[in-house]
DNA sequence: GATCATGATTCCGA
DNA sequence: TCGGAATCATGATC
């Protein structure tokens, strides 16, 4: 039953007209749904059509052989009965032992034609032979969100599908490509460097204008705010200390609300354009102008596990920026 | 065709 | 179940 249900939404069995359609529209799904695999798709079509013509002449093949085999049977009984009786429950169990038969080749023929199709599946439309590097807007999509929650890069599942409407690619692609990334920023930080720059800067304005307007809310709300000397500007020679200051606003004036949680974000970004403009030097960093400030000293992002709001992506063992007001 | 980049899969541990 | 790590398989570039 479940070889008749797979043959028949491979197309291989049923009604002819239409037959590896569906399949042929699950490739097309499987594969991304782009239209520059509708070569392979027809090869594929191609493919499954010869294995739906074979298994059809041998079925027939089966078929007319079951009906002379049982024909002949039959006559043979017809003429053992002229020398001892034959009853019809007799003929009846013949019958149905030669039909058996012919029901267990059968089955061996859907199993060898099921084979036959997950391999043709298996070979076209394996999503490992079948990689397609993601589009470049998808891809820069993915990194300006890496780099932006450099200290957390674990999209939550509502961001994940979010990224995923937004790069035309599925979630666990997503999933994958944060894995991936993470493995391989962690791996190699120095060849991330200049790329990391790139949407660091990117985002800069954006960061500058975020904290900014975060500055002078907090100034708004309260004017003895400490730390807030440079009234919304970046004091880059001494940004270790504008960091902490940053810091400060986040964690202190804005913890809880949405404006602070916007603006850690950000941070990360900006911290970033900081250590560009060289006003931040990394102990740890070994001449990397953006040090792994966001790896903790056994490799694995701060806060890993916990939402970058709760706790700063600088402070903890290893953080050389912590005590830099000192 | 060698090499690197990259998306996907698998295995393993927490 | 999720993420890290290793690995595979394919695409891109030279």
């Not at 042929?24 to 191609?46: L, T, V, W």
């Not at 053992?80 to 034959?86: A, E, F, L, Y």
């Not at 060898?112 to 589009?135: G, P």
């Not at 931040?280 to 001449?287: E, N, T």
Request: include cysteine; glycine fraction near 8%.
């Amino acid at each position: 039953m479940r070889l008749d249900n797979m043959l028949l939404a491979e197309g291989v069995s049923g009604p002819e007209k239409g037959g590896g359609s569906a399949a042929a529209a699950a490739a097309a799904a499987a594969s991304g749904g782009s239209s520059d695999n509708s070569i392979e798709h027809s090869d594929y079509r191609a493919k499954l059509t010869q294995i739906r013509q074979i298994y059809h002449t041998e079925l027939e093949k089966y078929e007319q052989a079951c009906n002379e085999f049982t024909t002949h049977v039959m006559n043979l009984l017809r003429e053992q009965s002229r020398t001892r009786p034959i009853s019809p429950k007799e003929i009846e169990r013949m019958v149905g032992i030669i039909h058996r038969k012919f029901s267990s080749i059968q089955m061996q023929l859907k199993q060898s034609t099921c084979e036959a199709v997950m391999i043709l599946r298996s070979r076209f439309l394996d999503a490992r032979r079948k990689r397609r590097n993601f589009s470049k807007q998808a891809t820069e999509i993915l990194n300006e969100y890496f780099y932006s929650h450099l200290s957390n890069p674990y999209p939550s599942e509502e961001a994940k599908e979010e990224l995923a409407k937004k790069c035309s690619i599925t979630v666990s692609q997503v999933s994958n490509w944060f894995g991936n990334k993470r493995i391989r920023y962690k791996k190699n930080i120095g060849k991330f460097q200049e790329e990391a720059n790139l949407y660091a800067a990117k985002t800069a304005v954006t960061a500058a204008h975020a904290v900014a307007a975060a500055v002078q809310n907090n100034q708004t709300n309260s004017p003895t705010t400490p730390n807030s000397g440079s009234s919304g500007s970046f004091n880059l020679p001494n940004s270790g200390d504008m960091f902490m200051n940053m810091q400060s606003l986040n964690g202190d004036s804005y913890q809880g609300s949405q404006v602070g949680a916007n603006v850690q974000s950000q941070v990360d970004t900006l911290r970033h354009v900081i250590n560009q403009t060289g006003g931040y030097s990394d102990a740890l960093g070994g001449g990397s102008l953006y040090s792994p400030h966001n790896l903790n000293a056994n490799g694995g992002w701060q806060d890993a596990t916990t939402p970058s709001s709760v706790t700063s992506p600088t402070e903890g063992p290893g953080s050389v920026h912590s005590d830099t007001s000192n």
